[in-house]
């Protein structure tokens, strides 16, 4: 089925950095999500965007909504050891209102 | 925000048998949704539960391998038939949420076949 390209695939960084990951698609979308996913657990919403250019935070936690529709960012600042996990993107297709999830980033961090 | 409960949260099966997951909304809703996550791999929706009908599959999932269950407005079993090694994922249930619109999901099921 369709998938969303969501970039990097994996990243370790160090404690304390800063982290970008992003989310793109051929298709036009009426509302971003963004989630977390725990060895073990479900998908945790973190974000919901829902307008073209819509920046929001939650806590460390910062996403955009992107100008041409196909595509939003994930920023998160400050890393600490308990943001380990896979950050999944999912985008509302406009035609059908069903959600795609992206491939996800596989995110490490190091104390 | 609802909770919900979602059994066995493993299991290891034979091939060639099934498995019924069950999955329990402390709330009312009108849509349950089934996604299967491979290993290592994204959430793909394999159907759509709505009570008083029939589930609505994705292409490339047919009701003879997933059948599903929706007997009342809190609770959906999803059954995985004739199990095979490529059937190991985890399986997910999730809702609609109102307020934002996206999803909220179950724990899983972690299937294992062997």
């Known amino acids: 089925g369709q998938q969303l390209n969501q970039s990097p695939q994996s990243m370790f960084i160090q404690e304390g950095e800063d982290v970008s990951m992003n989310c793109t698609s051929s298709s036009i979308f009426n509302t971003w999500l963004w989630y977390k996913q725990d060895p073990g657990e479900g998908p945790v919403l973190l974000i919901a965007?829902?307008?073209?250019?819509e920046l929001t935070s939650n806590g460390r936690l910062t996403a955009q909504f992107g100008i041409t529709r196909k595509d939003s960012f994930l920023n998160i600042s400050a890393s600490i050891p308990s943001d380990v996990g896979i950050y999944f993107c999912a985008g509302q297709d406009e035609g059908t209102y069903k959600y795609i999830f992206g491939t996800g980033t596989r995110l490490k961090v190091l104390a | 925000s609802a909770v919900i409960s979602q059994k066995p949260s493993r299991d290891i099966c034979q091939r060639g048998t099934s498995l019924t997951i069950q999955c329990q909304v402390d709330?009312?809703?009108?849509?349950m949704f089934w996604y299967r996550q491979q290993p290592g791999q994204s959430l793909t929706l394999i159907a759509t539960?709505?009570?008083?009908?029939?589930?609505?599959?994705e292409s490339g999932f047919v009701i003879d391998k997933f059948p599903i269950s929706r007997p009342n407005l809190t609770f959906s079993t999803l059954t995985v038939s004739n199990m095979s090694p490529e059937d190991s994922s985890i399986y997910l249930c999730g809702i609609r949420t109102l307020m934002n619109y996206g999803y909220t999901f179950g724990s899983g099921t972690r299937l294992t076949v062997v």
């Open positions: 539960a709505n009570q008083g009908s029939e589930a609505t599959y």
């Open positions: 709330s009312q809703v009108t849509m």
């Open positions: 965007l829902y307008k073209a250019g």
